[in-house]
Each structure stands twice: as C-alpha cells, then as structure tokens.
C-alpha cells in the first residue's frame, strides 16, 4: 500500500513568508506526527494528532502549527517565516498513538 | 525530561567491518527503544525495536540489547556493506504512548568498498 506522502517535497521562501505543509498518511492510520530535522539539533517533535486532536505539543513558538481532517490528513503551517526555519520537516503516521511510525521522504524547506 | 545520546560521527568503515553505533539514554520507568535509518534522500525507517529489559532487537543483520542496568541500546552489526551507508538514530517512547519519539541527534555511517 502507499506510503506517507508529503507534498510539497522542496519550496523556497522569504523571511517573514508563511508556508503550508500537508501530510497524507497511510491508509488507516490515525495518528499523524509531526518532527523537524536541522543539522544543528537533529530531530525536534514538533506535533501529534489522533482522529483530528493534538495530543502532544513540542516546544516551538505560536508560529508553528498544525491541524488534522477527518480523513486523518494533516497540514502544518509555519507563519512569518525566519530563517532558522530552514529544515527538513518530516511527517510520520501509525495506526494509533502507540503505534510504529511510517515516515515519509519530507519536505525541504529553505528561508531566504 | 527523557532523553538519548548517541556517539557522534561520522563512521567510516571498510565493508565487512564489525560496527557498533552506541546509544544510552535518560527516561523514568521502561521505554521502548528503537533503532531507525534514513537512507540519503529518504525519510526513516524502523530498523528494530526492543519493549522490555534483556529484549533483543534484530533486523537485516544489525542487533540490540536492551540494557537496562547500564541504560544502553548499542546497534551492532558483524559485517557493514556499502548498502548500509545511511544516518542511523537511537530513539525511545513511554510505551504507554504518552509521551511522543525521542530521538537522537544521530551518526553518520559511511562504508567503502
């Protein structure tokens, strides 16, 4: 079956920009999380949402959100864009919450 | 809060070599630890997984102990291909599922032929 498709796969902005990001996880799967990758800090979770709830919340300011539909495809959205937003912004989806995460290939976010 | 750490690469070793990427870890109760890899290009995948103290984890030819007295969870693997060249991270949850994948910042394996 088809794997997590995240889309856009690479973008480029400015500073002060917003960018939507969107996240089709594996058919069935109800939770989608949400992690950015940067060389610098590695892997950071940034959200987890299960049937169209944030369950957990990772330690990044307001301009960093996100949602879930009722098909249990996922958004997040960055606005007023910095350029320590520059990352790799990986989506992953699992049956339920305790589930094994599927990751997809991420989205290559570059701020200029 | 939870946390691993990892050695830090990059590695570089000759196909067939012996590998050990060691990973210990800070956390409160029994998490479930992971080992993923990320190919160049791709997101991760799981490699393998242990739930519980002593658990060995296996997969593709790499292994992991579960070491709950010395808080480590050390992939090794007998004999490294140019195939396994990839990014590999430690990671641990609460298995309870409330708390969400904790990763590590990662180590870079490259393997020349």
């Known amino acids: 079956k088809a794997g997590v498709t995240q889309t856009p796969r690479y973008l480029i902005k400015t500073r002060g920009q917003q960018v939507t990001l969107s996240c089709s996880p594996i058919s069935g799967h109800r939770s989608v999380s949400w992690y950015q990758q940067t060389p610098g800090q590695g892997l950071q979770f940034l959200f987890e949402?299960?049937?169209?709830?944030?369950?957990n919340k990772g330690n990044f300011p307001g301009r960093f959100s996100g949602r879930q539909f009722s098909n249990s495809r996922s958004e997040m959205n960055v606005s007023t864009l910095e350029l320590g937003d520059s990352a790799l912004y990986l989506c992953?989806?699992?049956?339920?919450?305790?589930?094994?995460?599927?990751f997809g290939e991420g989205s290559r976010l570059t701020v200029l | 809060g939870d946390s691993v750490t990892q050695m830090e690469g990059p590695v570089t070793l000759s196909e067939e070599a012996f590998l050990t990427i060691n990973c210990t870890y800070t956390?409160?109760?029994?998490?479930?630890l992971f080992w993923y890899v990320q190919y160049p290009g791709e997101g991760l995948q799981l490699l393998l997984k242990?739930?519980?103290?002593?658990d060995k984890g296996s997969n593709k030819g790499f292994e992991a102990t579960y070491r709950k007295e010395t808080t480590s969870f050390h992939l090794e693997k007998g004999s490294v291909q140019v195939s396994d060249s990839a990014v590999y991270f430690c990671a641990l949850t609460d298995p309870r599922g409330n708390t969400p994948l904790v990763f590590g910042k990662g180590t870079r394996l490259s393997v020349i032929a």
């Open positions: 949402y299960f049937s169209e709830t944030q369950r």
């Open positions: 956390a409160t109760g029994y998490p479930s």
């Open positions: 992953a989806s699992s049956l339920e919450p305790v589930g094994e995460l599927f």
């Open positions: 242990a739930t519980k103290a002593d």
